[in-house]
């Protein structure tokens, strides 16, 4: 086959990457942005040369101003949108926030109408449903050690 026919079959995704953050009381940090109706997890799109870690880094200080270590990976999602094409998601532990750390969270004015701590149980009223599903499979991923792979936020079937 022509190499320019198999280019021309070969995906190129968009990749995002963000961070969970818990508090002492197990609760996920989630942030409302002021340019869509629903919650979100701190993150953003990986940037042309970065790695899905650097990014998610750069766009947790740029979006709370802090600088937290990040964890491991508990979630990658292979989730396209019809309207974006292919997209890959990762998801990585950024662990339990102190007390400080949390108050000196700056919200980027430009993006953030506010961020806090939500019980997992009220994931499913706050996220869209696919960021709902990965953000649990992340939970879970967490508490038992080891990453998933997701299909549109759901475990592929067997």
């Known amino acids: 086959m022509p190499e320019n026919d198999h280019e021309q079959r070969m995906t190129r995704p968009r990749m ?9 009381q197990d609760r996920v940090l989630l942030v409302q942005p002021s340019y869509k109706p629903m919650w979100e997890i701190p993150g953003g799109y990986v940037e042309t040369g970065e790695s899905p870690l650097a990014a998610c ?11 937290p270590p990040i964890g491991p990976l508990l979630v990658i999602d292979w989730a396209p949108n019809p309207t974006e094409g292919d997209k890959v998601l990762y998801v990585f532990d950024g662990g339990e926030l102190s007390p400080d750390t949390a108050a000196s969270i700056k919200l980027a004015p430009d993006e953030l109408l506010a961020a806090e701590f ?3 149980e009220d994931l499913d009223q706050l996220l869209i449903p696919r960021l709902a599903r ?3 499979h992340a939970v879970i991923a967490r508490a038992e050690g ?6 549109h936020g759901e475990l592929p079937a067997a």
């Open 57 to 67: 880094r750069r766009e947790v200080e740029e979006e709370l101003g802090i600088t």
């Open 146 to 151: 080891h990453p998933v792979y997701l299909e």
């Open 134 to 136: 990965r953000v649990k």
């Open 118 to 120: 939500h019980p997992a």
């Open 16 to 24: 995002a990457a963000g961070a969970l953050f818990f508090d002492a």
